[in-house]
């Protein structure tokens, strides 16, 4: 008979597989925070976030551990499931965050905030503190949301079409700068090939999404699902009948938005309105 596999007894999380793998490798090779930190050349503090699970770093600091401990793409492949994990959201987004990571074409409708695809580091942490996070949970549920960001990016992303209502270009963050930086961002996405971003004016009259947020996934099995958001309730909609009545909605919706090139500008104008950071 074959012998019986060995249960290593580690964890089965993902999160936590790559904090008890940093922990496992330095304390096999060795050095204290503070020498890491010397070697490696990041902050002491930030491998300590990293090996008690706190933070998962960038893949800059994953990359430069893999060097230093001679483990060739180990833990970048860690900490890219980790940052993949849809358990790091909260429960009622876990179905949601699963098919958003096999769509094959995604749009979207957003009347107050960019989509959280769209959003910078900056922008979150601000829009999650309003909503009550701090400490740990809150720079988890940054590093969560931001991570949303590789379904757009890679060889072949798939194509993500956002109208923006303009009140989401006209509330602004307390921070200039965060705020100079969010908008600086969906400049730079308009740009990229796979989206397309229009902005919804004022003016342009009342209609079906005034007040809900609605995002399509089309996945791979020719499937389209809809996740639509309000500030009372937030629902996973698969029934076909009632997909498609969003859809008509929001094709109206997008009937009414400034063109691609008119929206750029438009982005473009808000934020040569954003003050610039006094000169020292």
Known sequence: MPQRLVITGRSQEPRGRFAEELRRLRSERGPSLRDLAKEVGWDASLFSKMESGRTLGGPEVVQA???????????????ELAVAD?????????????????????????????????????????????????????DQQVEARTGRRNVLEGDDPPPF????????????????????????????AAV??????????????????????????????????????????????????EVERFHRTYDAVRDLALSPAESRKFVLRMLEEVPCEPST
């Open 161 to 188: 079409r956002v109208l923006l209502s303009e009140a989401v270009l006209r509330n602004s963050l307390r921070d200039p700068r965060e705020w100079r930086g969010q908008l600086e961002h969906l400049v730079e």
């Open 192 to 241: 990229q090939p796979n989206i397309t971003l229009h902005v919804l004016p004022f003016g342009s009259g009342l209609h079906g999404l005034d007040s809900t947020d609605v995002m399509f996934l089309r996945l791979l099995d020719g499937r389209t699902v809809a996740y639509v958001e309000n500030d009372a309730r937030s629902q996973l909609i698969e029934e076909t009948s």
């Open 65 to 79: 551990l893999d060097q230093y401990y001679g483990t060739p793409g180990l833990l970048v492949t860690l900490w």
């Open 86 to 138: 849809p358990t790091r959201f909260k429960e009622q987004y876990r179905g949601y965050m699963e098919l958003e990571a096999e769509a094959v074409s995604l749009w979207q409708y957003s009347v107050s905030r960019p989509p959280g695809l769209l959003q910078t580091a900056g922008y979150a942490r601000e829009a999650l503190a309003a909503g009550g996070l701090k400490g740990d949970e809150l």
